[in-house]
T-cell receptor, first 111, second 112 residues
Framework: QKEVEQNSGPLSVPEGAIASLNCTYS??????FFWYRQYSGKSPELIMS????GDKEDGRFTAQLNKASQYVSLLIRDSQPSDSATYLC???????????FGTGTSLTVIP | NAGVTQTPKFQVLKTGQSMTLQCAQD?????MYWYRQDPGMGLRLIYY???????DKGEVPNGYNVSRLNKREFSLRLESAAPSQTSVYFC???????????FGPGTRLTVT
C-alpha cells in the first residue's frame, strides 16, 4: 500500500458544479494534511491545510478530514475553468520532516 | 521576498556529464527539500535537510548528492547523469514541522 493514494482521474465536471477530490493515507499518526494545486508546467502551490477532524472552509474550497478512516478530501464549489489543474494531496510522515505526495488528480472544468 | 528560487530553469546534459542544481530561499526556513516529478509518478523526495548542517536521504537518492551550504541554500548534484534522471526537479522549503512546503519554479532536465 502506498503512503498516500489518490484517484488519478481525469475528473471532469461542468462549470458551476462541485468537484470532489479524495485522498487516503496509511500512517495513522499523521497530524497535518495539505492540498496543493499544480497547473501544467508550473510548481505546486498550497491551497488548503487541515489538522483537525471535520471540515475547514476557505472561499470555494472545503477540506474534510476523517482520521479514523484515514481519509482527507477536497471539495471545490462553483467550479470554474480556472480550477482546471492537478490536485496533490500531501501528508508528512510521523517524523514530521518528510512529506509523501499522492500522484495527483487531474481536474478539468468544462465551460 | 523572492521565495524559493532555482537555477537553471532548463538544462540538457549528455550521459555521463555532471551538474549542480541550485536552490535558495529568503524566508528564513529551517527545512529544505529536493523532489523529482515524472509523469504518473507524482513528486518523489530525493534528499532533504531538516535544518542547517543536516541532510538525509529520501525515497529516490541514488545518483544524487546534496549540500546544505547555509540556511538559505541547498544544492543538488548529479555526478554522472543518466537518461533515467530526465525529469522536472523542484526545490521546496518549510519553516518547520507542522507547516506547509513552499516550492520553487522547477528545473526541467533532459539527459540524452
Amino acid at each position: 500500500q502506498k503512503e498516500v493514494e489518490q484517484n488519478s482521474g481525469p475528473l471532469s465536471v461542468p462549470e458551476g458544479a462541485i468537484a470532489s477530490l479524495n485522498c487516503t493515507y496509511s500512517d495513522r499518526v499523521s497530524q497535518s494534511f495539505f492540498w496543493y494545486r499544480q497547473y501544467s508546467g508550473k510548481s505546486p502551490e498550497l491551497i488548503m491545510s487541515i489538522y483537525s477532524n471535520g471540515d475547514k472552509e476557505d472561499g470555494r474550497f472545503t477540506a474534510q478530514l476523517n482520521k479514523a478512516s484515514q481519509y482527507v478530501s477536497l471539495l471545490i464549489r462553483d467550479s470554474q475553468p480556472s480550477d482546471s489543474a492537478t490536485y496533490l494531496c500531501a501528508v508528512p510522515l510521523r517524523t514530521g520532516n518528510q512529506f509523501y505526495f499522492g500522484t495527483g488528480t487531474s481536474l478539468t472544468v468544462i465551460p | 521576498n523572492a521565495g524559493v528560487t532555482q537555477t537553471p530553469k532548463f538544462q540538457v546534459l549528455k550521459t555521463g556529464q555532471s551538474m549542480t542544481l541550485q536552490c535558495a530561499q529568503d524566508m528564513n526556513h529551517n527545512s529544505m527539500y529536493w523532489y523529482r516529478q515524472d509523469p504518473g509518478m507524482g513528486l518523489r523526495l530525493i534528499y532533504y535537510s531538516a535544518s542547517e548542517g543536516t541532510t538525509d536521504k529520501g525515497e529516490v537518492p541514488n545518483g544524487y548528492n546534496v549540500s546544505r551550504l547555509n540556511k538559505r541554500e541547498f544544492s543538488l548534484r548529479l555526478e554522472s547523469a543518466a537518461p533515467s534522471q530526465t525529469s522536472v526537479y523542484f526545490c521546496a522549503s518549510r519553516p518547520g514541522q507542522g507547516y506547509e512546503q513552499y516550492f520553487g519554479p522547477g528545473t526541467r532536465l533532459t539527459v540524452t
